[in-house]
Each structure stands twice: as C-alpha cells, then as structure tokens.
C-alpha cells in the first residue's frame, strides 16, 4: 500500500517535529540513505545526472538526503563510480550536491568510506565477507585521510558527515577485529577536523562482534549518532546501549505508520532507501 507522506505527515504532528543535533536541525524525521549510483563520472566528478538525481530525492520532502558514497582514498581502478573525497579538486562537485539539497529545503549528509581492496562494482554487488588479510597502510596515513575528508565535506557545505563501517569495508573490518587504539584514533581525528559543526554519525551493521563497544566509544569521542539497519522486526532491533537521541534506524522498506510511530520512541531518526523515494510518496516496510 502506498501512503502519500505529506498527507501522513501533516496528520500526525509527532512525526512532523524537528528534530535537532548539536546546531543542526532536522524538519522531521525522515532521512535518504546513501547508495552506489552510476550517475557519477569513472573519475569520481559529479555529473548534471546526479545532480537532478538528489534534486529529485529532496523533493520527497525528507528532512535528511545522504550522498555517496564517497571514498576517502584514490581509487584502486580507474573503472571507478563512486564520490570522491580524497582530494581538494573534487570538492566543487560536493559543493554542487550540497547547494542543490540545500536549495530544495534539504539537509545535506555524506557517507565516507574507505573500500580498502574491494572494487566500487564489487561494493555494488555487495560483499559476502571480510577480506581474507587487512590490506596494506599506515596507520597515521589512515587516520590523515579520514579527518582530511570530514574537515573537506564540512567545508563545502555538507551539515551531517557518517563514517561507513558497515558491507565488510575496512573501517568495519578494523572493529570486527577489535583494532581499539586506531579507531579511536580515527574517531578523534574526524571530531577534532569538524570545524562546521556538522552531525557526525557513525554507520554499523545490526549484527557482528564489538559493536556496542564501538558504539559507545564513538560517542564518547564526541561523535553524535550510531546508524544502523533494523531487524526484519523493526521494534526488535539491538540498541547497543545508546539512547534514543543518538540512534537512526534504517529500514529497508514501508512500515505502517503506527508502527513508524512507535519506532520513533526509540531512535532519533529513520533512513529510507532511495528506491523508496521516487515521486513525492514514501512507502513503508520492513526488510
């Protein structure tokens, strides 16, 4: 069933309320989640395609839209189509994004994410599992380039800013493994090169091994939310200890509006996935 989400919105004023992180406001609850589109030029420049395309998702009315996502180190292979967020040359591009949700009554977010080996068409595939070994870096390179690209995106515009450490990628990888003293570097570096004052968050999968742990720790740091994909029972999802003003739930598909509802007890904010987001309706379910 399809569910016409101004109508919804405007009968239910808990779902219409703003909602706020640090200086960051939110006209409501809903947030776009980030995905690999192939509207991105092989270099990583954004396209005029891309641009209309997060135009279009703004004009669904969510509070929130996240870009990417955007990688924080050059590429493996030049058959590339993700967002850069490497170096200064690319930031006119994300500066384009973020004026274009902005002028359309969004607020712009970015995901940030280090492939390590993986290929972008392999990311889009999905993986199955953690590489076999960490790849190859070191270690203050590493850290340099996730607080380089949080102190760029912010700058540019973007006013939430989310590490992805979900899809076996290397930043999930390194907690999967308990790599405590170097993502908690990684962690402080990113609050301390947020000079914007953006929203920072933190992406996770629902199910592993020390995430409560990294949940935590990424608060503490100073970091603000913990993201996340619901249960196939939405209201049965984990909380890792974390209260509600510092959750978004990401749900996969439509959920009915009293379950919604109830949800938003429970978590700050609810990312849909941008199939989702096509015209001006938002359906409802589960995963």
Do not use: W
């Amino acid at each position: 069933m399809r569910i016409k989400r101004r109508k919804r919105l405007r009968m239910n004023t808990h779902l219409q309320s703003v909602r706020q992180v640090k200086t960051v406001f939110f006209k409501n609850p809903f947030a776009v989640l980030p995905a690999h589109t192939e509207l991105v030029y092989p270099t990583g420049r954004v396209t005029p395609q891309l641009l209309m395309h997060y135009k279009s998702l703004t004009q669904t009315e969510a509070a929130l839209v996240i870009t990417g996502p955007a990688t924080i180190t050059p590429p493996q292979s030049r058959k590339y189509s993700l967002l850069r967020a490497d170096q200064p040359k690319y930031m006119n591009g994300l500066r384009a994004l973020t004026k274009i949700i902005g002028s359309n009554g969004g607020t712009p977010g970015i995901q940030l994410a280090h492939l390590g080996e993986t290929d972008a068409n392999v990311l889009e595939q999905g993986l199955s599992d953690f590489p076999n070994r960490l790849p190859d870096f070191e270690a203050e390179k590493l850290v340099t380039a996730y607080s380089n690209a949080c102190k760029r995106t912010g700058e540019v515009g973007y006013r939430y800013i989310e590490l992805a450490a979900d899809q076996f990628l290397l930043l999930h990888q390194l907690i999967h493994e308990d790599h405590e003293s170097l993502v908690t570097e990684i962690f402080e570096a990113v609050v301390a090169n947020n000079p914007e004052g953006a929203a920072l968050a933190l992406r996770l999968p629902n199910e592993g091994q020390h995430l409560e742990k990294y949940s935590r720790l990424f608060l503490e740091a100073g970091g603000d939310l913990i993201a996340y994909p619901s249960s196939p029972d939405p209201e049965q999802t984990p909380r890792f200890g974390c209260s509600p003003q510092t959750l978004m739930l990401s749900l996969g598909g439509p959920v009915p509006p009293d379950t919604a509802v109830k949800l938003l007890k429970k978590t700050l904010l609810i990312g849909l996935p941008q199939s989702m987001h096509s015209g001006k309706s938002v359906q409802a379910s589960h995963p």
